[in-house]
T-cell receptor, first 115, second 117 residues
Framework: AQKITQTQPGMFVQEKEAVTLDCTYD???????LFWYKQPSSGEMIFLIY??????QNATEGRYSLNFQKARKSANLVISASQLGDSAMYFC????????????FGGGTRLMVKP | GAGVSQSPSNKVTEKGKDVELRCDPI?????LYWYRQSLGQGLEFLIY????????KSGLPSDRFSAERTGGSVSTLTIQRTQQEDSAVYLC???????????????FGPGTRLTVL
């Protein structure tokens, strides 16, 4: 069975600083995908970044990058130059095709950016 | 282009009544997913449709929950005889294919907030 763990229920970061949101996962399948989503107070889940288990390089997407450490089964999200609009819930999710096509989500981290 | 849309955005109902929630996926997306987000349970998978294949219903919590997808596009999630524990935000997502691609990203709609009194 797959499992996603986000150990930080809430975090503060100063505007313009970088922040790392932790995510660890557990799967026995060698082929899987890891996703990060942002959920602002409006409620919509916004896709941020994807990392495949066979990708050789860490994924990057603008101010978002994924620190993928396969041996440690961690996929931490790094947000550089935080902005006030980054305040939201952030969810790590995994798709393990042997377990079906659905996403399994972590419990989320609430990020609050201080001006 | 237009994203995933869901209606209604909010639904308040009385215990025991039936409700229908609607999802309109992104045009051209063949895979459609329903999830539920509640305070106690986090985000849970409910059901998955892929093209004309039989849906994956493995996440439905009880036989009071059902869903259909007509014409490979719009989907309706029906909850019969609603209970207070059904109160949650119901999220719909769609993806291009849902097939054997880890990269097949799911895009979510704004959700329907269901409150059962």
């Amino acid at each position: 069975a797959q499992k996603i763990t986000q150990t930080q229920p809430g975090m503060f970061v100063q505007e313009k600083e970088a922040v790392t949101l932790d995510c660890t996962y557990d799967t026995s399948d060698p082929s899987y995908g890891l996703f990060w989503y942002k959920q602002p107070s409006s409620g919509e889940m916004i896709f941020l970044i994807y990392q495949g288990s066979y990708d050789q390089q860490n994924a990057t997407e603008g101010r978002y990058s994924l620190n993928f450490q396969k041996a440690r089964k961690s996929a931490n999200l790094v947000i550089s130059a935080s902005q006030l609009g980054d305040s939201a819930m952030y969810f790590c999710a995994m798709r393990d095709l042997n377990a079906g096509n659905m996403l399994t989500f972590g419990g989320g981290t609430r990020l609050m950016v201080k001006p | 282009g237009a994203g995933v849309s869901q209606s209604p955005s909010n639904k308040v109902t009385e215990k025991g009544k039936d409700v229908e929630l609607r999802c309109d996926p992104i045009s051209g997306h063949t895979a459609l997913y329903w999830y539920r987000q509640s305070l106690g349970q986090g985000l849970e998978f409910l059901i998955y449709f892929q093209g004309n294949s039989a849906p994956d219903k493995s996440g439905l919590p009880s036989d009071r929950f059902s869903a259909e997808r007509t014409g490979g596009s719009v989907s309706t999630l029906t909850i019969q005889r609603t209970q207070q524990e059904d109160s949650a935000v119901y999220l719909c997502a769609s993806s291009l294919s849902g097939a054997s691609l880890s990269t097949d990203t799911q895009y979510f709609g704004p959700g329907t907030r269901l409150t059962v009194l």
